[in-house]
C-alpha cells in the first residue's frame, strides 16, 4: 500500500463494512484501465481447475517428487451438499506430471481446501463426510489402501501420529467459507463460550481425540477486549511446531449478527506442560507459520501496528518487526529457511496480487511475481471463492507452489524462485 492508502486504511480497518466498500469501490474505478502485464522471476507451470488451498502446510513430499493437489469438478459456486473435489497428487521433476487421483471428497471449500496434507512420508491425509457426519481419510500411496478417522482434521504432526482438530460447524458459522457448510460437527453454535468444545488433540493409530482446552478456559487465560462476553468464540488455524512439542492456533470471537468483525489472538500450548501462551498482540492476528527454529512469523498488529513479526520462541514473548514499512499489508507466509519466507498480498487498486521473498535478518524485499487476480474471483456476500496465492515452499527452498487466477482459471502453479 502506498502512504495515502495505508492512511485509509489504518482509519477505516475497524469497521469492515466501510472497509470492504471503499476498497470495492476504489477498485471499480481502476477497472475500466487495461489489465496489466503480468511478471514471474521465472516460467511458471499451471494446472488449471486445481488448487491446493492454505499456505500453512506444503503440498510437497519430503523428496519433492510430489505435488499433492484437489481438483474442482464443479464451475465457480459454493459448494453443496454432493459437489465433489478429487483428491490426488502430481508427479514432479522440475515440472507437474499427470493428475494422479487417489480419491474423493464432500468436505471442502475454495480457501482451505480439503486440509489435504502429507501424513508422514508415504500417506496423505484429508477432510471427508459419510453421511452427516465430518470424518477425515488416510490414504497409504505405498499400499494404496485408505482408512477413516471419526474426526475431520486440520493439521498434523511431523511424525504423523497426532492430528490438531476443533469444530468445523462453529468454524463455518462465525467464519463463513472456512468450514463446511452442509456440516455440524458437536459445534454448540447456540452457545457463546461453550466448555465443551475447543482445541483437540487426536490421536491418528488409536482413532480417539482429548480436549486440550476448552473455549470457556480460553477467556479465563490472559486478557480480552472488553465486548468478549457478548461474542461467540472458535478455535482456527492450528499447527504443530516442528519438533512436535507445541500447537499454535488461533482464538478468535466474534458477534452472530456480523462476523466479519471479528477479535484475534495468537497461543500456543505445551503438550508436556498443557500450558498455553499468549502473543501481545493488539486484537488482531491473520495468518502465520513456523520455522525449524520453533519461530514463528505472523501477521498481526503489535504496539497498534500491522505488520510481519517473527516470534523467536516458542512462549511468543520476544519478538521483531520484519520488513516494514516495506511490507505493510497483510500476507501468507510460508518458510524458505529459518531466516527468509516468501509471502503474498491481497490484490492491489489493479487487481494484481504479489508475490515476496522476505530476509529476516536483512529486511531484503525481493518481488518474485506480479500477477492479475480477475474481479469474477472476488468473493461476494455469502460466496467465498476468492483466490488468493497461498504460497507454499518445498522442502529445499528451491521451488514455490500457490493458487492462481491469472490464467482466467483457478490453477495450481509450481515456480522455480531462483533466477
Not at 494484481?352 to 524485499?365: I, K, P, R
Request: net charge neutral; charged share 25%; hydrophobic share 35%.
Amino acid at each position: 500500500m502506498n502512504k495515502i492508502e495505508k492512511l485509509v486504511y489504518d482509519t477505516v480497518k475497524g469497521n469492515p463494512k466501510i472497509k470492504i466498500a471503499i476498497r470495492n469501490l476504489y477498485q471499480s474505478f481502476f477497472d475500466i484501465l487495461p489489465n496489466k502485464k503480468d511478471y514471474s522471476i521465472n516460467e511458471i507451470d499451471a494446472k488449471e481447475n486445481h488448487f491446493f488451498g492454505f499456505h500453512d502446510v506444503s503440498p510437497f513430499s519430503h523428496d519433492s517428487s510430489k505435488v499433492l493437489a484437489n481438483k474442482l469438478t464443479i464451475p465457480l459456486h459454493m459448494p453443496t451438499r454432493g459437489d465433489i473435489l478429487e483428491i490426488g497428487y502430481f508427479p514432479f521433476d522440475g515440472k507437474m506430471g499427470d493428475f494422479v487421483k487417489v480419491g474423493e471428497t464432500l468436505a471442502w471449500n475454495y480457501h482451505k481446501g480439503s486440509r489435504l496434507q502429507w501424513l508422514g512420508k508415504n500417506s496423505l491425509i484429508y477432510n471427508n463426510a459419510s453421511g452427516d457426519k465430518l470424518i477425515s481419510t488416510v490414504y497409504d500411496l505405498s499400499t494404496n489402501t485408505e482408512k477413516s478417522l471419526s474426526f475431520p482434521m486440520d493439521s498434523v504432526s511431523a511424525c504423523g501420529n497426532y492430528a490438531a482438530t476443533f469444530s468445523y460447524g462453529r468454524l463455518e458459522r462465525l467464519m463463513p467459507g472456512y468450514g463446511y457448510a452442509v456440516y455440524d460437527d458437536d459445534s454448540f453454535n447456540d452457545i457463546k463460550i461453550p466448555d465443551n468444545t475447543g482445541l483437540f488433540l487426536g490421536d491418528v493409530n488409536t482413532d480417539t481425540k482429548e480436549m486440550l482446552v476448552s473455549l470457556k478456559e480460553l477467556t479465563e487465560i490472559g486478557t480480552l477486549t472488553p465486548e468478549y462476553e457478548d461474542c461467540h468464540h472458535f478455535v482456527t488455524h492450528t499447527l504443530f511446531s516442528p519438533d512436535g512439542r507445541y500447537i499454535s492456533f488461533l482464538h478468535r470471537w466474534a458477534d452472530v449478527s456480523y462476523t466479519n468483525k471479528r477479535h484475534s489472538r495468537l497461543l500456543t500450548i505445551d503438550l508436556e506442560t498443557r500450558k498455553c501462551h499468549v502473543a501481545p498482540t493488539n486484537d488482531m492476528v491473520s495468518h502465520y507459520v513456523w520455522n525449524h527454529k520453533n519461530q514463528i512469523i505472523a501477521y498481526c498488529r503489535t504496539g497498534n501496528i500491522d505488520s510481519h513479526v517473527l516470534f523467536e520462541e516458542p512462549t511468543l514473548q520476544k519478538h521483531k518487526r520484519v520488513a516494514y514499512p516495506r511490507l505493510n499489508s497483510d500476507g501468507h507466509q510460508s518458510f524458505i529457511t529459518d531466516d527468509s519466507f516468501v509471502t503474498d498480498t491481497y490484490p492491489d487498486k489493479y487487481r494484481m496480487a504479489n508475490l515476496y521473498s522476505v530476509d529476516c535478518n536483512t529486511d531484503e524485499v525481493v518481488l518474485l511475481a506480479r500477477l492479475n487476480s480477475f474481479k469474477r474471483f472476488q468473493s461476494q456476500n455469502f460466496k467465498h471463492w476468492c483466490c488468493d496465492l497461498h504460497p507454499r515452499m518445498d522442502p529445499s527452498g528451491e521451488y514455490i507452489c500457490f493458487d492462481s487466477v491469472h490464467t482466467g482459471k483457478r490453477a495450481l502453479c509450481v515456480m522455480k524462485i531462483s533466477k
